[in-house]
């Protein structure tokens, strides 16, 4: 070790002084019906270890009852209450724009229909009822029909339009499936203007969750640069990225500043694993965690040992490449890190 700084950085655990952990869903719990290996048991030590344990989802197609159905049937205990919905964020800032009782017009399925309900709005699908918004959320029978009755009202400067989320992908069964950003796209081509955005990556899903919880440190769990690390970075939120879902290697290696988040996972077992110190060379070059290295000399990026953990070699390569400050575009970056 004498290449290397003296001075290291003690392993941490990854939720050491939090006081409560939210996870996302689609790509962290399940994918489609199934769940993800080692998620149930990790989460259920979570709330054994006496942690405040919640989930927050973009995905508007169901209710937040209905979610909690669906993880306990996997075995965790989930109450709907547990469950934060981007329709539930959507209705917090709609409350702010339109009168009580006002008609809206919805596109999306019972998870954002239910919640239009629960805020005391008149639901209405058709622009003919001259509605004071419009509410857009994911759900697999959203088609053209609905699209165009929201276009054919967006036409009018007045209403309003509030979107779930804007993910380009979902994780589905089968599958990465077309997200609430097609659709939310397809409607802003046709109108010429934007939505504003009530879930992930934005603050209000996050102040949702952290008010509901009483949470004061809270981490966040997800598998999304985009829309998770982003988001918990902009709500001061821990931010934990678990390589089960949309964003592999690759992505993390060419995150942004602001998306990059302060844990990486394999899977949800390593929430209770020590992590490892990441270190330097006197000269700054090589990045090594664990018994994994990586050389930065100029714009080329290579692995020197590969070491015993994919995981610690994607750490490695992540922080090498976030700490030079270089765009991932002028990189000539070793495929081994990422493939």
């Known amino acids: 070790m004498g290449l290397f700084r003296a001075k290291r950085t ?5 939720l050491d002084g939090v006081d409560a952990v939210l996870a996302d869903l689609d790509g962290v719990v399940y994918q489609g019906p199934t769940a993800i290996p080692h998620a149930v048991e990790s989460l259920s030590r979570v709330v054994s270890e006496g942690l405040r344990t919640g989930y927050i989802t973009n995905n ?7 979610v909690a159905e669906h993880l306990s049937s996997f075995g965790l205990t989930v109450a709907p209450a547990d469950v ?10 709609l409350v702010t724009l339109i009168d009580p009782g006002s008609t809206v017009l919805v596109v999306g399925g019972i998870g954002l229909v239910s919640e239009v309900e629960k805020a005391g ?8 009822d001259h ?29 309003h339009w509030v979107a779930t989320n ?14 609430n950003g097609t659709l939310v796209s397809a409607v802003h081509t046709a109108v010429g203007r934007l939505p504003v955005v009530a879930g992930k990556p934005e603050a209000t899903i996050f102040e949702l969750a952290l008010a509901r919880f009483g949470a004061e440190n809270a981490a966040f769990i997800g ?9 918990a970075k902009r709500a001061g939120l821990r931010a934990i990225h678990v390589l089960t ?9 060419a995150a942004p500043q602001g998306s990059r988040p302060d844990f990486i996972l394999a899977d949800l077992r390593q929430l209770f694993d020590p992590y490892p110190a990441t270190s330097t060379s006197k000269d700054g070059s090589e990045t090594t965690v664990g018994a994994s290295v990586v050389r930065m000399k100029g714009h080329v990026v290579r692995v020197v040992k590969p070491g015993d953990s994919a995981t610690d070699l994607v750490r490695a390569g992540s922080a090498a490449i976030w700490n030079s400050g270089l765009s991932i575009h002028a990189l000539d970056v070793d495929p081994a890190l990422y493939s």
Not at 60 to 66: E, G, N, P, V
């Open 223 to 231: 598998d999304r640069l985009d829309t998770d690390t982003m988001g």
């Open 60 to 66: 508007a197609s169901r209710t937040d009852a209905q």
């Open 10 to 14: 003690e392993p941490v655990l990854p």
């Open 245 to 253: 879902g949309i964003d592999r290697a690759k992505q993390l290696l």
């Open 84 to 93: 934060v919905t981007s329709p539930q964020a959507a209705m917090r800032v």
């Open 121 to 128: 709005f008149v639901v209405t699908r058709s622009a003919s």
């Open 166 to 179: 804007t993910d380009w992908t979902i994780p589905v069964a089968g599958g990465i499936a077309p997200g």
């Open 131 to 159: 509605p004071a918004a419009v509410v857009q959320g994911f759900a697999p029978e959203v088609g053209w029909t609905q699209l165009a009755e929201a276009s054919f009202a967006l036409h009018d400067p007045a209403v």
